[in-house]
């Protein structure tokens, strides 16, 4: 960052200094001093005309020493004794990038009576557990929990933190960042690590019309928060590896001005995350009723169905299917995309899918760049042939 800095004393003709700014952005206050006011482009054009007036300072950029920050810390992300499966496959991301640079995969836990479900965690590659287990942690409430997070760090110092991408984990990582003035880069879909430990963080950006390349090179920790279903999951070993530390924090850094008086469950549902095979419907649909093709298909491959955001838009679907930036990401074994455009803010929710299938009638639909296999025609003439044809071949075995 840098500023201009006017020197009060060596202004002379005050009409000619004011006029020198096109954007209007000098301006004497009450007490006869010279500011520059919001509408300031830093185009340097004061400078340059008067530089004995105005002079450009370029800050100190700060600096951290990165020896003293080491390994990749996973906070565990976890509800009624059911780990997110988020966490596990940012252990996994953690181990890779660890490896490159020799530091250690280290994971966060806290609530209430947790023992049992950080043991889980050893079976994943963990080089070590840290748990903090407090009776005031049994219910989610951000205060205690950022400050259980705050402690860690201040004791651990872990150069990298990975956060799942979770109601709970989108709420906490921020407020965690913020208090060690640190950067923090939301839904990365890449993430990598350099020899000297800066991470890199890559994500959608502008809609997804560009991938931003994203460093936090002066300070520690540097924080990201990754969607579920990104990354591979590690397979689950019958040994433990690591061993769990617990924690201790003083009870009145757990004071919290939240009450949780209720905790109403949810209705459970199947999530398109989940799936194994999904079929997708897109804005080549021309009526609300023609969905019955893409429920028909998905009934004969034990599918779920799955939107884009046009269909979403138009009422026609729940939002919870619609894949994508503004939806959920997915990795299937299987997707076909019925009349899907392939707009990079769909693709960018399912293009780590096993196989892609696109039916488009348009030869040069961006589908088709990440599909596996393509089927240029119409959905209207595909999708029925292409039932009967399964029909079919499940009466012959």
């Not at 769909?346 to 299938?357: E, K, L, P, T, Y």
Request: a negative charge; aromatic letters at 8%; proline letters at 4%.
């Amino acid at each position: 960052m840098a500023k201009i800095v006017v020197h009060q004393n060596k202004i002379e003709d005050r009409e000619a200094v004011i006029k020198v700014c096109p954007f209007n952005a000098l301006e004497f206050e009450e007490n006869d001093e010279l500011i520059l006011n919001a509408a300031c482009k830093m185009c340097k054009i004061c400078i340059r005309r008067f530089p004995e007036i105005f002079e450009w300072v370029e800050d100190v950029a700060p600096t951290v020493n990165k020896d003293e920050w080491r390994g990749v810390t996973v906070y565990i992300d976890h509800i009624e004794g059911d780990i997110h499966p988020v966490s596990f496959e940012l252990i996994g991301k953690a181990r890779k990038m660890a490896n490159k640079i020799d530091h250690p995969v280290q994971c966060l836990i806290m609530g209430n009576n947790i023992t049992k479900i950080a043991e889980q965690v050893l079976h994943y590659g963990a080089d070590e557990v840290f748990v903090y287990d407090k009776p005031q942690l049994h219910d989610f409430r951000i205060e205690p929990y950022a400050a259980v997070f705050e402690d860690y760090i201040n004791k651990n110092k872990p150069s990298i933190v990975l956060v799942g991408g979770t109601t709970v984990g989108r709420s906490l990582a921020p407020r965690v960042a913020a208090r060690f003035r640190t950067g923090l880069t939301a839904d990365c879909t890449i993430l990598d690590i350099q020899d000297n430990t800066d991470l890199d963080q890559i994500r959608p950006a502008y809609g997804g019309n560009i991938m931003a390349h994203i460093h936090t090179p002066n300070h520690r920790p540097q924080f990201a928060t990754v969607r579920y279903k990104i990354f591979d999951a590690p397979m689950r070993t019958e040994e433990k590896s690591g061993k769990l530390t617990f924690c201790d924090i003083a009870d009145e850094k757990l004071k919290s001005k939240i009450t949780v008086i209720e905790i109403k469950k949810k209705e459970k549902v199947k999530s398109i995350e989940d799936a194994d095979v999904i079929v997708v419907a897109g804005r080549a649909f021309k009526k609300e009723e023609d969905l019955s093709m893409i429920y028909e298909l998905a009934d004969e491959l034990g599918a779920m169905v799955a939107t884009t955001r046009p269909l979403i838009e138009a009422g026609w679907m729940d939002a919870r299917l619609q894949i994508g930036l503004s939806g959920r990401t997915v990795k299937p074994k299987l997707i076909i995309a019925c009349g899907v455009s392939g707009a990079i803010q769909f693709v960018a929710g399912m293009n780590n899918s096993d196989m892609i299938i696109a039916i488009n009638e348009d030869p040069k639909a961006q589908i088709f760049n990440v599909a596996h296999y393509a089927i240029v025609g119409d959905i209207y003439e595909i999708l029925p042939a292409l039932t009967t044809q399964i029909k079919e071949m499940k009466k012959v075995k």
